[in-house]
């Protein structure tokens, strides 16, 4: 089972149940219009979607302690439960830089574990904000051709604005960097040092500079361009 957890006294975090069904319709919309302010893509999800995930107690909302929502997020399962995602992270504006976002990725990552222990648990983002969170959970970043090859999991990225990118590099490249967190290396954890955000940020911040002036340059007609773009993305990974 899995606590609710209040939050500097003003939050509570819990996976989310049939009290919540009537917040689904609030919750894509503030998906979509977060996606359009940033010109890229959270996959779009239905409210029927939204319901049957808290039907199935796959999700974490978070409330405020009178009522009010404040954020969400939900698991996915791909290749019979051998990779989970936390996926759809969302906070409602007013509540944003509160801290809350880390509580609900947090408690999400909880869930999953509780679920699917010996899944892989990943995440593909182009925020540096969720990138740290994920860190902090102990992901590593990964090349996108250790994620799930799933057609049903790269489906999710088509109502992103950069899905074209995905697709004229065969899955091999994207503005969006992979993550994923392996349950069996981190038996082992003493043993090895996690890689260190705040030491390795900079870099990050570099790798994506290259991506977008790489990446969002291409024409989907120009495959001279794009071979040659391909080999300078090689040559830098």
């Not at 319901?51 to 929502?69: F, N, R, V």
């Not at 593909?124 to 969170?133: D, G, M, N, Q, R």
């Not at 860190?135 to 999991?153: C, H, I, K, N, R």
């Not at 955000?197 to 911040?205: A, I, M, N």
Request: charged share 25%.
């Amino acid at each position: 089972m899995i606590t609710p957890e209040i939050v500097n006294d003003q939050y509570i975090v819990q996976v989310a149940n049939e009290n919540h069904l009537r917040l689904a319709e609030t919750i894509c919309h503030e998906m979509e219009e977060s996606a359009k302010a940033r010109g890229t893509g959270i996959a779009k999800r239905s409210p029927i979607y939204v319901m049957e995930k808290m039907l199935e107690g796959k999700a974490i909302i978070a409330m405020t302690l009178s009522g009010d929502w404040v954020g969400f997020c939900y698991i996915e399962t791909w290749e019979h439960g051998k990779f989970v995602a936390n996926s759809g992270l969302i906070v409602h504006p007013e509540h944003r830089k509160s801290g809350i976002a880390t509580r609900i990725k947090a408690k999400a990552f909880e869930l999953s574990r509780k679920m699917f222990p010996n899944a892989k648990i990943i995440g593909i983002t182009t925020s540096l904000a969720v990138l740290k969170i994920n860190s902090d959970l102990g992901y590593q970043p990964v090349t996108l051709s250790e994620l799930p090859g799933d057609d049903a999991f790269w489906k999710g990225c088509q109502t992103c604005a950069n899905f074209d990118i995905l697709t004229r590099t065969n899955r091999k490249h994207c503005l969006c960097t992979g993550m994923l967190y392996d349950p069996e290396e981190h038996k082992q954890e003493e043993k090895t040092e996690n890689w260190n955000f705040l030491k390795e940020s900079s870099l990050y911040e570099r790798w994506m500079r290259i991506k977008n002036r790489i990446l969002l340059r291409l024409s989907p007609t120009d495959r001279s361009r794009s071979r040659k773009a391909n080999r300078e993305l090689e040559s830098v990974a």
